[in-house]
Nanobody, 129 residues
Framework: VQLQAFGGGLVQAGGSLRLSCAASGRTFNSYVMGWFRQAPGREREFVAAISWSGGSTYYAKSVKGRFTISRDNAKNTVYLQMNSLKPEDTAVYYC???????????????????????WGQGTQVTVSS
């Protein structure tokens, strides 16, 4: 399984970016996909997740209403649309995937990094004030 995240960059506060995570090596549409981020000196934190069916999405409180996660199964890609960006959104963003096909979990499970067994290499997002 390979995940490749891209789309990061430098943007001014209030701006937007769309991150993409392309998956290969297995049936993409059977697995949960999530986004996490890690700022310098801080632990990796949950940002957003989408169920394998795409029917449920989950967001951290800090990004809810500003970020949107979606998936395009035909393109084996998950997206994170980030609007109204703030300097505190500056971090390396990672996409991850679980390892159990077509599995639905209880809500809190989606927020934990331990669910995600495969990770992409990360893409830097920098928001200037």
């Amino acid at each position: 399984v390979q995940l490749q995240a891209f789309g990061g960059g430098l943007v001014q506060a209030g701006g937007s970016l769309r991150l993409s995570c392309a998956a290969s090596g297995r049936t993409f549409n059977s697995y949960v996909m999530g986004w996490f981020r890690q700022a310098p000196g801080r632990e990796r934190e949950f940002v957003a997740a989408i169920s394998w069916s795409g029917g449920s999405t989950y967001y951290a409180k800090s990004v809810k209403g500003r970020f949107t996660i979606s998936r395009d199964n035909a393109k084996n890609t998950v997206y994170l649309q980030m609007n109204s960006l703030k300097p505190e959104d500056t971090a390396v963003y990672y996409c991850g995937s679980d390892s159990r096909p077509r599995t639905t979990y209880t809500g809190p499970t989606y927020y934990g990094a331990s669910l995600y067994k495969y990770w992409g290499q990360g893409t830097q997002v920098t928001v200037s004030s």
